[in-house]
């Protein structure tokens, strides 16, 4: 009697230990299946840039007035803060000075006093671009000083100008400057011939 409980029992035993290596090698053979469908990257760790160009303006951190930054391309395509997407632009931060400066990080709210406008341009379109600003809003009866930049991103980082504006009161719109580009990106002109782009249109 004692034999055949002896072998009951080690039967019991042998068809756990069974039951659990073949959990095992099931668990092992989906590991192995899903590190296998792991794609290797193509490109060695490279990434695509979303922009070709990017245009910036800036005035004074904490100022509470309201610059607007419009760019206009080629085809006559007009990004602002009406018409935020255009052709191959898009006007990626629009500040409208005091406004939204408030921000909420980890449930703390805190001030974001950077003053700042970005336009990218996200591909190559050949003939000039017009790059303006316009005073929309202003706290007070001051000037304001707007630092305009143009880069270009690819193949390097690539300062393509850089310069300082006065603007005097609410309505002005003015040039920062106008360049024109090649077929492959190439700029082959800058100048500050003044055209008005929106004056008139914003109520």
Not at 80 to 107: E, K, N, T
Not at 164 to 181: H, P, Q, S, V, Y
Not at 187 to 194: A, H, K, P, T, W
Request: glycine share 8%; hydrophobic share 40%; no cysteine.
């Amino acid at each position: 009697m004692s034999k055949k409980i002896l072998s009951i029992e080690s039967s019991n035993g042998d068809a756990f230990t069974d039951l659990l290596f073949n959990a095992l090698l099931g668990f092992a053979f989906m590991f192995f299946i899903s590190f296998a469908l792991i794609q290797k990257p193509q490109d060695g760790g490279k990434i695509d840039s979303k922009a070709e160009f990017i245009i910036s303006a800036e005035w004074k951190d904490g100022n509470p007035d309201d610059i607007d930054l419009i760019v206009e391309d080629p085809e006559g395509n007009i990004v602002y803060f009406q018409s935020q997407q255009a052709g191959l632009m898009h006007l990626d931060r629009d500040d409208r000075g005091a406004l939204g400066d408030r921000i909420v990080i980890d449930g703390i709210e805190m001030a974001n006093p950077n003053n700042q406008e970005v336009v990218t341009i996200r591909g190559y379109m050949q003939g000039e671009y017009v790059v303006n600003l316009l005073y929309y809003k202003s706290h007070g009866p001051r000037p304001i000083i707007v630092k305009v930049k143009v880069e270009k991103i690819n193949p390097k980082l690539e300062l393509i100008y850089f310069n300082d504006f006065f603007l005097k009161k609410t309505g002005d719109e003015i040039t920062a400057l106008r360049f024109t580009l090649d077929d492959k990106g190439n700029v082959l002109d800058i100048n500050q011939l003044q055209k008005p782009l929106i004056t008139g249109r914003v109520k």
